[in-house]
């Protein structure tokens, strides 16, 4: 009979590997990051040495009290000149707190994608029956992409510089009455 204690979930560590085989497993260098080249676990107190190496607080200063190097590049580096990496630390906190629902995801299989539902926008020849007039639906519009707008925008401004060069300058700027209309190019806005 096997020892309760000696299962394989007692050796099952999890490290950056978990993401092998999953759906997500563009995410294994991403948690490699995350964790300690020292202690290989997810940074604790993250410490941003000298030389720009990142460990966790406890296992930098361990290593700067035998033999002053950095444990990646060997470069001299004291204590002293150690500095908190806080953003890093959030970041780990964050992915650390998601790490299991994620995993969990990326273990679980997904639906084909015959299974998931069409999405709610429009067709191509759903947008031709709506120019057509075909469809009884009015109420909404078709969208315009970016680049047309900015060009009717474009254009609008155009045309009106072009009238404002045409149209005939007053002599006199004191000319203006209130409540007369004004010509602007080739038409006439009231005053208010």
Request: hydrophobic share 30%; charged share 25%.
């Amino acid at each position: 009979m096997a020892n309760p204690n000696t299962s394989n979930e007692a050796y099952d560590v999890p490290d950056s590997t978990d993401w092998i085989g999953t759906s997500l497993s563009a995410l294994m260098p991403v948690e490699q990051t995350l964790r300690c080249h020292v202690c290989k676990d997810f940074y604790t107190s993250p410490m941003l040495t000298s030389c720009n190496h990142t460990f966790c607080s406890l296992c930098i200063r361990r290593c700067l009290s035998v033999d002053g190097k950095c444990p990646l590049c060997r470069a001299n580096d004291q204590e002293s000149k150690l500095r908190g990496n806080w953003a890093l630390r959030e970041v780990v906190d964050a992915f650390t707190k998601s790490r299991p629902a994620i995993l969990e995801f990326a273990r679980t299989p997904q639906q084909p994608l015959e299974a998931i539902p069409a999405s709610p926008k429009r067709t191509a020849s759903q947008m031709e029956d709506i120019e057509d007039g075909s469809n009884h639906n009015q109420s909404k519009r078709p969208r315009m992409s970016t680049r047309s707008s900015r060009t009717r925008g474009a254009e609008a401004t155009a045309t009106i510089m072009r009238e404002e060069v045409d149209a005939p300058e007053s002599k006199d700027p004191m000319d203006y009455e209130p409540g007369k209309a004004l010509s602007i190019g080739h038409h006439l806005v009231p005053c208010s």
